[in-house]
């Protein structure tokens, strides 16, 4: 071999895509700042601008109007369309959301703590499995499938009507939807019919977060409860209660926000009365009215920030 060839075998080979990219690599892992810019700015870009931005756009329309006359919106900032908020029908569908998203998630608490008081203290091993199989199966078919389930078995002809009146209690579900709040034409058009939905849509996520701060409740506390001779109830109110508030807490922003805004289940279940959601879509893609969309889509913001805020306050995010 020629003095040339050993003198270029023992040069270093010359640096090519492929070194490049591996210099490139090397330097990043080094440097986790720079490692960690790398990870977070696609997605923040992608919140950043498709996300937030379009959310800001709409809100920004809110401190816009709409020439009553021509139908266009006049883009000059002023507080109109906010006080057009104030009027009694717009008042009525906020003050109906959320009322109807309150009463969802105080029923939810009720119905989903005692299911998560078993699974926390009670259910083990089999029967731990078939309960988180229980909760979560309702999760796993289409939404629309079960809203239109729910549909046929709130009907008038349907299983619920049919097994009240071969019990007998057809005349109470008939003078129950006579009632101004809670009534309607039949169960599957109704405030009642709606709450029940809602329920069932929203029940798994008020259990999980309660059964997870129910086990972290020691044992140790309650023994030591029962030997300074508190009973059940009381230890019941001055212990598990304030141990479990956190996770009550979460999962009522769950229930709570879910119901607040959503629009489907009052258009298929509920009455001609409107809700924040149906308001929005009617505002915005029927009557052209995108100011006033905006408007409205700044009510379940508002009131979901003062909802957490006391969220926060109670210690919730510890049990998310």
């Known amino acids: ?21 591996r210099r490139l690599s090397d330097a990043i892992l080094r440097r986790r700042g720079l490692l960690l810019a790398c990870l977070l700015i696609p997605p923040l870009l992608w919140l950043g601008i498709i996300y937030l931005g379009a959310l800001f756009t709409l809100l920004a329309h809110s401190l816009f109007s709409i020439d009553e006359f021509a139908g266009t919106i006049i883009y000059q900032p002023t507080l109109k369309t906010f006080g057009e908020l104030l009027r009694p029908a717009n008042l009525d569908i906020v003050l109906r959301t959320v009322g109807l998203a309150t009463v969802v998630t105080l029923l939810a608490a ?20 078939l309960f988180y199989l229980a909760v979560m199966m309702p999760l796993w078919s289409s939404y629309l499938v079960k809203l239109y389930a729910w549909k046929l078995l709130l009907a008038k002809e349907g299983a619920i009507g049919w097994v009240a009146a071969r ?27 709606m709450v029940l939905v809602f329920l069932y849509l929203w029940l798994p996520f008020m259990i999980l977060p309660i059964q997870a701060a129910l086990e972290r409740v020691p044992r140790s506390m309650l023994e030591a409860s029962s030997d300074l001779g508190a009973r059940p109830g009381q230890t019941f109110r001055t212990v598990v209660l304030p141990l479990a508030m956190p996770g009550v807490v979460a999962g009522a922003i769950f229930t709570f926000s879910l119901t607040l805004g959503d629009y489907i289940v009052p258009q298929v279940i509920g009455t001609s009365a409107l809700v924040l959601g149906q308001a929005v879509y009617m505002q915005q893609g029927v009557a052209g009215n995108l100011p006033l969309a905006a408007a409205f889509a700044v009510v379940p913001i508002v009131v979901m920030v003062i909802f957490l805020t006391v969220a926060k306050r109670m210690g919730a995010f510890d049990a998310v």
């Open 1 to 21: 071999m020629t003095t040339a060839a050993l003198d270029r075998r023992a040069l270093p080979p010359s640096p090519g895509r492929h070194g490049i990219a």
């Open 110 to 129: 009720v119905i989903g703590f005692p299911v998560a008081w078993y699974a926390a203290r009670h259910a083990r091993g089999r029967a731990k499995a």
């Open 167 to 193: 019990l007998g209690l057809g005349g109470v579900i008939d003078a129950w939807l006579s009632l101004p709040l809670v009534g309607g034409p039949s169960l599957s058009v109704s405030y009642t019919g």
